[in-house]
């Protein structure tokens, strides 16, 4: 579940989803964003290619990392959506802060 969560973020930079996944999908993508800030040795990149299943979204994840040079962490934002009138749940918009 989470895989596809980060592919579709590092695809459209944001997903909408509940907080409590939001908040879980942080700690699997930031430790992601962070090896493809490090220097790109070819176990680093077979590591990102089996964690996200193919070297195309490998090479999005790479190129959005290199834009985060400068920060050492926080590479995502959780914005609050208004609760859903359906089931009550909270909502979040997960996006990758630029």
Same mark, same amino acid.
């Given at each position: 579940?989470?895989?596809?969560?980060?592919?579709?973020?590092?695809?459209?930079?944001?997903?909408?989803?509940?907080?409590?996944?939001?908040?879980?999908?942080?700690?699997?993508f930031e430790p992601l964003l962070t090896k493809a800030?490090?220097?790109?040795? $070819?176990?680093?990149? @077979?590591?990102?290619?089996?964690? $996200?299943?193919?070297?195309?979204?490998?090479?999005? $994840?790479?190129? @959005?990392?290199?834009? #985060?040079?400068? @920060? #050492?962490?926080?590479? $995502? @934002?959780?914005?609050?959506?208004?609760?859903?009138?359906?089931?009550?749940?909270?909502?979040?918009?997960?996006?990758?802060?630029?």
């Amino acid at each position: 579940m989470f895989r596809n969560m980060c592919v579709s973020l590092v695809k459209s930079g944001y997903i909408v989803t509940s907080e409590a996944k939001g908040k879980e999908l942080r700690k699997y993508f930031e430790p992601l964003l962070t090896k493809a800030k490090k220097e790109m040795t $070819l176990a680093v990149r @077979r590591d990102l290619i089996s964690e $996200l299943g193919s070297n195309a979204r490998a090479e999005e $994840l790479i190129a @959005r990392a290199t834009k #985060q040079t400068k @920060r #050492q962490g926080g590479f $995502l @934002r959780l914005a609050k959506l208004p609760v859903t009138s359906s089931d009550g749940s909270k909502k979040v918009r997960v996006e990758i802060i630029e």
